[in-house]
T-cell receptor, first 112, second 112 residues
């Protein structure tokens, strides 16, 4: 119930391509779904987040798509750049102040 | 931009020794958290802290762990008797009334 399942584990994309990472959850009490970007030796940095009352949110090259009935959400990175090469984590939480549950992460490599 | 500050960045300790990891959360945040990331694995929730008490903890957060907010700015994680398997990156995070969790850069704990 507390798990967030993330796929793929790793992803290689050509520069300029679209990177897509998927996540699924079970707990319908989750109402906050962020994506974090992590570079080696650094802490996770919030990239973009969505709540279940919207189906899509876009910030620059990053878009979250959210399917409440399927309990799935995904991150799309448009025009992927070598600087986007990092580990991406999806996560979910209930109300403010509760545990943020992370997926296992996706290592993205963007080749130039 | 406000930051969560963690010290030290790297700590090496002998097995069985006590360690204290320190964090300065964002000043107007209400909720404080500790997370752990074993090398190459996902970020795992340890504990959340609100209004000077633990509000939620995971199975990982057993009796060898404790947290404290000794003054108005610091938030600490103590591990009483370290084991080899405690070697990991430890991240402090804080959030306000919303769900925006901000993570520090982490402390790499190496138990030898």
């Amino acid at each position: 119930q507390q798990q967030v399942k993330q796929s793929p584990q790793s992803l290689i994309v050509q520069k300029g391509g679209i990177s897509i990472i998927n996540c699924a959850y079970e707990n319908t009490a989750f109402d906050y779904f962020p994506w974090y970007q992590q570079f080696p030796g650094k802490g996770p940095a919030l990239l973009i987040a969505i709540r279940p009352d919207v189906s899509e949110k876009k910030e620059g090259r990053f878009t979250i798509s959210f399917n409440k009935s399927a309990k799935q959400f995904s991150l799309h990175i448009m025009d992927s750049q070598p600087g986007d090469s990092a580990t991406y984590f999806c996560a979910a939480s209930r109300q403010a102040g509760t545990a943020l549950i992370f997926g296992k992460g996706t290592t993205l490599s963007v080749s130039s | 931009e406000p930051e969560v500050t963690q010290t030290p960045s790297h700590q090496v300790t002998q097995m069985g020794q006590e360690v204290i990891l320190r964090c300065v959360p964002i000043s107007n945040h209400l909720y404080f958290y500790w997370y752990r990331q074993i090398l190459g694995q996902k970020v795992e929730f340890l504990v959340s802290f609100y209004n000077n008490e633990i509000s939620e903890k995971s199975e990982i957060f057993d009796d060898q762990f404790s947290v404290e907010r000794p003054d108005g700015s610091n938030f600490t994680l103590k591990i009483r008797s370290t084991k080899l398997e405690d070697s990991a990156m430890y991240f402090c995070a804080s959030s306000g009334s919303g769900n925006g969790y901000t993570f520090g850069s982490g402390t790499r704990l190496t138990v030898v």
